[in-house]
Structures are given as structure tokens and as C-alpha cells.
């Protein structure tokens, strides 16, 4: 197992050494797991490229870490716990030992479908063991594995499962998530419709007893796949550099990208983030609330908790079903130790009020996370007097997709919390701010760009089929850095606290969208001619999304606005619908044609008072038209 620290003196001490010497800090964690054949260096980088790899010629199987390994000590103890959208259906439990065969009989389900190493396969499901099973199978053959979470719409599906040019996607027949049950296998059939001509099988989960539309060349049913098989499956060898995952997340311009992990590291650093960031104790109880379509739940649900040997909890539902206390009778009910969650949940169930978790015992709770965006104080603190009564230190866990965990935080018991502080590095993260020209601001009580310019184990890799836009991305803007995107401040005695971001991407309830992929699903309408889009704060999600769109022929009337939601939904999801639409009849422009976004964004956020010099626009009067038009 990788080191667990338990004092001050330790991180400080491991810190330091991560600093001075990261590939003896790196070997020495990288050598607690179980090698088919043992890595011969540590480390090889340049950022220029970029081109990072660690754990050079190492041969494993990051399944065999999550689960063989664990048989002998732990086959017995609870893997999964599985928690139900409905409460009054039966609780589900796989021990590491019963979790290793249904990995195995779906592993070869997946072979007996022609999948093998290097196939992407794309994963469209709730959240049930089963998304958690197939993923592992993947990994247990070498398939790549790519989780599309489940509430974007058929052409977003589409649009990934064609850049992965995946060999299959494996999707449930409908999803209960609160009283609802959602058509899900029909999301997939619009997917084929439209495009997907690499996929060869769709394996359906049945999950429910609703009714699908069944297409005998392509369909088939997982139970019947899957069930039958043997429970033995031969890991495949795969290399350090091999891809473990795609996942796709946006950026600021253009389709989202995917983004690559690799086998070695991300094992490495999951593993060593979880045990140090949750300080998880052999019996404990650990449950993310996440979703695994995004990476909190590839980290911090499957792969870090797994190869930790934790008892991981994954829950179907709602936090408001059927009621506002149904995260709190959760972590009753299965005495939950370490509760990881999202500051836009904890804004929406404090907003239901104090009463629904006075209900319930939550003296279980040992460790309290937050991740996905910046927390608020008033969340902060409500979190802390109302969930950990005070006595569960809150983890404020900065870190992205690109990252493959966490980076930034307190470490619980060890390092001290502040409100809407992520606070402190972990060992070997070295993370810098700078200013706009790239010079890195060494002094305390600073703001700048956040930085970081040493790897760690799971930096992102590439982006999928397109290695120049990773490049781009985040290794060209600062020579020698990883740029995060995201904007921070250090306080007087070095703490970060990360801002958001100061790019054209949003975050809205911890999803991560970007302004102009929403704009390009606006433009979709026919009668748009133009649109901009932009976030403000908002109360509940954290930031909310602001449209402000040019229309020349069609009346703007409260059905335009409804066509207009309906594009959003149809081309990306729900998730990505303007929370306000202004009609108008021009953008701020400069002289260039560039659409003024910071002007934007100061009106949407009720700050249009205060422009500053905007003469130099190409069409200045637009401006007061759409701050006297303005829905704030
Ligand atoms: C962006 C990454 C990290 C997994 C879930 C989101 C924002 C994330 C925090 C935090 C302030 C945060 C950043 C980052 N973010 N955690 N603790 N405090 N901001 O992953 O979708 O890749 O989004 O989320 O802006 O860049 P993601």
C-alpha cells in the first residue's frame, strides 16, 4: 500500500522530499503495487511536447491491484456498496472476492464480442455496480473505456463515441433517478441513428421493466451475454503508458476533447491521494457521491477507493429523493465515515433547511470533502456545523479532469482548514502562480494564474486522436507549465484558494461547460443569428448560464425562447440550458470583430454600472440597449 501520513512533521517531511528528489518519492510508492514485470526508471518528461512518462517499462494490470491483490487479506469484506434510488428496494453488496468474478464474466462477455486490448468501448449508464463491474472489465482486457455521463443528450453521445470511434456501448434499458425513469437505451438507438459506425455491439443492462426497441444485428442483453461466462479471466499485461481511459470534458473553444490516462500513474496516484486525502482506516466506510461519468467517480469511486481497499458506497439516486434528508439517512444508515460531495448539493440541501440532517445520526462522519468548484463560506460553514457538528474537518479538493486527482488540499487532521481554502499542495505537487507574461509571483498574499511545474503520476496525457490541442491547451501559454485554466490567490501564510476560472469555460452546478459550445448549440436555430454566452453567479449552482442572443426574423416571444432550450438540450443536454436568454439586437464588439465578453459578464452579474472605458468598442451604443435590457 502506498504511505498514509498521520502528522504534520510527515507531510512537511514527505513534501520536502517529494520536492527534492520526486522520482525516489515516486519509486518508492509506485513499488507497493503488484508489477507483471517491474518499471526500470521513474520518470521521463519534458512539458514542451509535452511528452510525460512514468513508471518506464512497467508492465500491470491495474485490476489485479483493485482487486486479486486484495483476496487473500479482504475477499470477504464489502467492495461495493450499492445503495438504491429507490429506499425501500434492496441494498446491493459485492465483496472484493464476488466484485473480481463479475469483472471476470464480464471481461470475457466483452471478449466474446470481439473487444480486446486498445478497443475503445463507451459506457452510457446510471449509476449502478454494473457501470462500475464493466468499466474494471475493460481495464481487466486492456479495452479503454470511456464513460459518457448519462444526461447528455444523443448527439453528444454521438459526438464521443465517434472521436473514440468506440467498438461498443454498454447502456442500460431505463434509469430511475428520483421518481423519474428515463428512456436511456432510446438516447443510444438517436446516437446510432445519427452516426456511431464504429460500433459494432450495444450490450444492454436491463434495469428496469420498461419496454425498448430492439435491433436483433446490433442489441444484446447483458444477463444474457454475461452471466453464463466463466468467473476466471486472465489480466491482460499492459504497459505504464498504456490508455486506461478516455474521458471528455470541455474546454473553451470547440468540442469537448478526451481526455487520456494512462495504466501506471493514474493507479499510482489514486491510490496514494485517496489513503491521504480521506485518511480511510481498514473498515471504514467511504461514499462519493459523484457520478462516474465525470472523473470524481473514475478516481474516487472505482479506481482510488479499489486500490485502497476501501469499502467504496455508490448511490443511484437524487440528494432531494424522496426527500431533502435522504443523504443524511444514507450516511445513517450505512454509518458512513468519510463523506465526499459537491458544494452545489450542499447549497441546495441547505437551502431545504437545518431540520432534515437534525434527523439523523451522522457521528459517523469522520471526514467531510467538497470538490467540483469553489465553496462558498456560508456552504462551508454550514457544512461544518450542521454535517460534521464540528468535529469532521472539510477537505476542499481542488483538481480537473486533466489532473486525474486531487492536487490541492487539506489534508484532514494534519494540515489545518480554512473556508474556501484547498489550501495546501500534495506531496509532489508544485503548483505556482503567475502573471500574465508567465513570471512566476513568489510572495505571499498574491492572486494569479495557477500553474503547476513539476508532472505528478496522473497528468493527463494527450488529448485523444489530437495531440497538438493538448499541447495547446495547457503547455503552450506558459512555457514549461501546466496551465490550469483557473485563476488563485494565496493568502498571507501560503494557503491557495482557488477562484474559477479565466478561460471561456463555466462551471454550473460542478459542471464544467463551455461558453462556446453552448453558443454553437444556440446557433443551431435557424432564427439566431448570433449569440454570446456567458456565466454569472448564482445562489444554488454556483454559476448560471447567460444568453444573450441576436434573432433577426422570428418574433421573441416566450415560444422562441422554449425552441431555443430545446436546441440546447438536443445537442448537448439538459445540464446545458441558459438559465436567461436577453434578446438584442447587437454584441459588444472590438474593432476586430471580437465579441466582448467582459462586458458580458459584468452586466449578466449585475455589475454593468461598472464597464469602465468601452468608447473604444466598434458599436459602444449597443451596450446601453442591453444593460436597460438586462434580466438581472
Ligand atoms: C474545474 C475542473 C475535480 C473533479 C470535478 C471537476 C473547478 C474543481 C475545485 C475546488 C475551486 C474547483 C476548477 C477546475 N474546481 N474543484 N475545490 N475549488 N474550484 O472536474 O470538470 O475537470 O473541472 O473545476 O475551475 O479547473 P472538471
Known amino acids: 500500500m502506498t504511505t498514509q501520513i498521520d502528522s504534520l512533521e510527515e507531510y512537511k517531511k514527505a513534501y520536502q522530499e517529494s520536492v527534492d528528489n520526486p522520482e525516489d518519492f515516486w519509486k518508492k510508492q509506485g513499488e507497493t503495487f ?19 512518462k512514468w513508471y518506464i517499462n512497467g508492465k500491470l494490470n491495474i485490476t489485479e491491484n483493485c482487486l486479486d491483490r486484495h483476496i487473500e487479506k479482504r475477499g470477504d469484506q464489502t467492495a461495493i456498496l450499492w445503495e438504491p434510488n429507490d429506499p425501500s428496494a434492496p441494498i446491493q453488496k459485492y465483496s472484493y472476492r464476488e466484485l473480481l ?10 471478449k466474446e464480442r470481439g473487444i480486446k486490448k486498445g478497443d475503445r468501448v463507451v459506457f452510457y449508464m446510471p449509476m449502478v455496480p454494473e457501470l462500475a463491474i464493466g468499466v474494471l472489465a475493460c481495464a481487466r482486457i486492456g479495452a479503454i473505456h470511456s464513460v459518457v455521463f448519462a444526461g447528455f443528450s444523443a448527439q453528444a453521445l454521438a459526438d464521443r463515441v465517434d472521436d473514440a470511434q468506440a467498438k461498443m456501448i454498454i447502456c442500460s434499458d431505463y434509469n430511475h433517478r428520483g421518481s423519474k425513469n428515463i428512456p436511456v ?36 442483453w447483458w444477463h444474457e451475454l454475461i452471466d453464463h461466462q466463466s468467473s476466471k479471466c486472465e489480466a491482460e499485461e499492459m504497459d505504464s503508458e498504456d490508455i486506461l481511459f478516455i474521458l471528455y470534458t470541455s474546454g473553451s473553444t470547440g468540442k469537448p476533447k478526451g481526455v487520456v490516462h494512462t495504466c501506471g500513474g493514474y493507479m499510482v496516484y489514486t491510490c496514494y491521494s485517496f489513503r ?4 480511510y482506516k481498514e473498515g471504514d466506510v467511504y461514499w462519493c457521491t459523484a457520478d462516474i461519468g465525470w472523473i470524481t467517480g473514475h478516481s474516487y469511486i472505482v479506481y482510488g477507493p479499489l486500490l485502497a481497499g476501501a469499502t467504496t458506497m455508490m448511490f443511484e439516486g437524487v440528494p432531494t429523493y424522496p426527500d431533502a434528508g435522504r443523504f443524511w439517512e444514507v450516511c445513517e ?16 440541501l441547505m437551502a431545504k433547511g437545518d431540520q432534515w440532517p437534525a434527523k439523523y445520526d451522522l457521528s459517523s462522519i469522520k471526514v467531510l470533502g467538497s470538490v467540483g468548484e469553489p465553496i462558498n463560506e456560508e456552504a462551508w460553514n454550514w457544512y461544518n456545523d450542521h454535517i460534521g457538528k464540528g468535529n469532521a474537518p472539510i477537505v476542499d479538493t481542488w483538481w480537473q479532469t486533466e489532473t486525474g486527482g486531487i492536487l490541492i488540499t487539506p489534508l484532514p487532521g494534519i494540515t489545518d482548514t480554512k473556508p474556501t481554502y484547498a ?28 500553474c503547476i511545474k513539476f508532472p505528478w503520476p496522473s497528468i493527463i496525457r494527450t488529448t485523444y486522436g489530437d495531440h497538438e490541442r493538448c499541447k495547446n491547451v495547457y503547455f503552450s501559454t506558459f512555457k514549461g507549465m501546466y496551465f490550469t485554466g483557473d485563476g488563485a490567490r494565496r493568502d498571507k501564510e501560503g494557503r491557495l484558494r482557488v477562484i474559477g476560472r479565466v478561460d471561456d469555460v463555466i462551471n454550473v452546478s460542478g459542471h464544467r461547460m463551455g461558453t462556446a459550445e453552448v453558443e454553437n448549440a444556440i446557433n443551431e436555430h435557424p432564427s439566431v443569428v448570433e449569440s454570446a454566452v456567458v456565466g454569472y453567479p448564482h445562489d444554488i449552482k454556483g ?58 459578464r459584468k452586466i449578466a452579474s449585475k455589475d454593468g454600472n461598472n464597464l469602465g472605458d468601452i468608447s473604444t468598442l466598434l458599436n459602444p451604443d449597443v451596450v446601453s440597449e442591453i444593460l436597460n435590457g438586462a434580466l438581472v
Open 34 to 52: 503488484v508489477w507483471k514485470k517491474p518499471f526500470d526508471q521513474t520518470l521521463q518528461w519534458n512539458f514542451e511536447e509535452p511528452n510525460v
Open 101 to 110: 468474478s463479475a469483472v471476470n464474466k464480464c471481461a470475457n462477455g466483452l
Open 185 to 220: 437505451k432510446e438516447v443510444v438507438d438517436d446516437a446510432m441513428d445519427k452516426s456511431c459506425n464504429s460500433v459494432e455491439t450495444v450490450l444492454v443492462h436491463k434495469n428496469t421493466h420498461g419496454e425498448i426497441n430492439w435491433s436483433s444485428e446490433v442489441d444484446f
Open 276 to 279: 491521504n486525502v480521506f485518511q
Open 333 to 348: 444508515k450505512h454509518k458512513v465515515n468519510q463523506f465526499y460531495t459537491a458544494p452545489t448539493a450542499i447549497r441546495a
Open 423 to 450: 489550501s495546501y499542495p500534495m506531496p509532489g505537487v508544485q503548483p505556482v502562480l503567475v502573471d500574465a507574461d508567465g513570471n512566476i509571483k513568489e510572495e505571499n498574499d498574491v492572486e494569479g494564474l495557477l
Open 543 to 600: 454559476q448560471g448560464i447567460y444568453a444573450y442572443v441576436i434573432s433577426q426574423n422570428k418574433e421573441l416571444d416566450d415560444t422562441f425562447r422554449k425552441e431555443i432550450l430545446a436546441m440546447v438540450t438536443k445537442e448537448i443536454g439538459p445540464i446545458a440550458k441558459p438559465d436567461k436568454i436577453q434578446f438584442v439586437s447587437g454584441l459588444p464588439k472590438t474593432r476586430s470583430g471580437k465579441i466582448m465578453r467582459r462586458i458580458l
